[in-house]
């Protein structure tokens, strides 16, 4: 399983990102995809789901703000991020079928 996550970047707080996540080696139709964060000196934090079934969730302090998707087709999940907060900077992961990719940091400034 391989995921390459990208989109991160530095932006100012009420501005968005938009992070991809790359699947390859597992179909994401038959899989859970999920975006984890690892705030500086924290630990990993799960952000949002979207089951194989398509069903989103969120952690309540994202919940309105990011979302989730997918497109079966190109094998790609997206976590959209809007009126982002320096309490949204991390380092943003995607995982899928126990693989993890390489993070993507996302720093937003007060």
């Known amino acids: 399983v391989q995921l390459q996550a990208s989109g991160g970047g530095v932006v100012q707080a009420g501005e968005s990102l938009r992070l991809s996540c790359i699947v390859s080696g597992i179909n994401i139709s038959m899989r859970d995809v999920d975006w984890y964060r690892r705030a500086p000196g924290k630990q990993h934090e799960l952000v949002a789901s979207?089951?194989?079934?398509?069903?989103?969730s969120y952690r309540p302090s994202v919940q309105g703000r990011f979302t989730i998707s997918r497109d079966i087709a190109q094998n790609t999940a997206w976590l959209s991020m809007n009126n982002l907060t320096p309490e949204d900077t991390a380092v943003y992961f995607c995982?899928?079928?126990?693989?993890w990719g390489r993070g993507t940091l996302v720093t937003v400034s007060s």
């Open positions: 979207i089951t194989r079934g398509g069903s989103r």
């Open positions: 995982t899928s079928g126990g693989g």
